[in-house]
Each structure stands twice: as structure tokens, then as C-alpha cells.
């Protein structure tokens, strides 16, 4: 993990992150997330491993789980019927603007 966020802090990141991360398990993870409108996704439903170096030692997201408050089945400060991106949602779920 170290390896990987001091990767992403350098100006080349787009050059290195493939080094890093399993790309198939982060665009699922992301398509599925967004596609649901998941608020809990990100910060608090949130699974991350790492293979062995043997196996390539990458990061994969995934398993998806927990997606009692996705698809507009939850009732806080934000609309039931979410629009927009829900890693960019305000004021509800995890979101927590730093």
C-alpha cells in the first residue's frame, strides 16, 4: 500500500498505477458502484486486497457487498432519487469532503 500511494503522488501516476492495481476488479467496482448510486461505497462499503507477490501482487477492489443503501434505498440529507456521480455525492452517506 505504501508502494502504491506514494506512486500516485508523483506527477507520473498515469504511467505506474497499472503496476499497482488490478484494472478489471477497479473499473467493475467503479461501473457497479456509480450504476447503483451507492453513498456508502469509497469510505465505509469498501473492500480492497492485495494478491501475493507471487501472484503479481496487485490491488484488487472487490468483493462488491453491502448495498443496502444503494439504488435510492436509504433516507438521509440527500434525495432518494440520486443524480450525478456518487463518489461526488454531498451531504450524506460517507461522503466526507476533506
Known amino acids: ?3 502504491f500511494e506514494s506512486a500516485m503522488y508523483n506527477f507520473n501516476f ?10 478489471p476488479s477497479w473499473v467493475d467496482y467503479f461501473l457497479v458502484t456509480e450504476n447503483g ?3 456508502d461505497a469509497y469510505q465505509l462499503s469498501f473492500y480492497i486486497y492485495k494478491d501475493k507477490d507471487s ?3 496487485k ?3 472487490g468483493p462488491l457487498w ?5 439504488y ?7 434525495s432518494p432519487d440520486p443524480s450525478g456521480w456518487a463518489y461526488e455525492f454531498p451531504d450524506c ?6
Request: charged share 20%.
Open 1 to 3: 500500500m505504501y508502494n
Open 14 to 23: 498515469e504511467e505506474v498505477y497499472q503496476d499497482y492495481i488490478d484494472l
Open 37 to 39: 448510486k451507492h453513498i
Open 55 to 57: 501472484k503479481g501482487g
Open 59 to 61: 490491488l484488487h477492489l
Open 66 to 70: 453491502n448495498f443496502n443503501f444503494g
Open 72 to 78: 435510492g434505498n436509504f433516507d438521509f440529507a440527500c
Open 93 to 98: 452517506g460517507s461522503y466526507h469532503p476533506f
